[in-house]
């Protein structure tokens, strides 16, 4: 759940409109705690973990959930997706440096996975992406890469 301020804030700043796109967030799964997080990232063996780390009211996030909600169910054979708020868990902000509004991280068999998309930073996708089969595309190299156990 939002606490108060960040119900606030959302009509504040997004007003009636994000409702539909908070809603949007409801259908991918939210990891609470640190401690879920690890957890969702241990026991996958076989899929590709992917996180988005965000806020649900943000605009960039709110691009980047459409996409994964839209995505969820072509890649549910190889990945599995999960949304954490950083504020209300702020466990992995320092160590994966979580400072822009949208960060996507990838995970397989407990191993975070690097990824080169040519913007210098290996290490995570920290914009949004709109396009469905660009974001398949990238899952599957993920999921490859990370098969053979190689640096994409």
Request: hydrophobic share 40%; proline share 3%.
């Amino acid at each position: 759940e939002m606490c108060i301020r960040d119900r606030w804030y959302q009509r504040r700043v997004h007003g009636d409109n994000s409702k539909l796109h908070r809603k949007m967030s409801y259908l991918l799964p939210h990891l609470d705690s640190g401690w879920e997080v690890d957890q969702a990232i241990l026991s996958e063996e076989d899929r590709v973990v992917i996180i988005r780390f965000g806020h649900d009211y943000d605009p960039q996030c709110m691009i980047m959930d459409e996409t994964l909600l839209k995505v969820a169910e072509d890649v549910k054979l190889f990945a599995v997706i999960y949304l954490v708020d950083i504020t209300e868990v702020p466990d992995f902000n320092t160590m994966y440096e979580l400072y822009d509004p949208v960060t996507v991280m990838f995970f397989f068999r407990n191993k975070h996975m690097m990824i080169d998309l040519g913007t210098g930073n290996n290490n995570k996708i920290n914009w949004p992406i709109s396009d469905k089969q660009e974001f398949i595309d990238i899952v599957e190299t993920v999921y490859k890469g990370a098969r053979k156990g190689t640096l994409l």
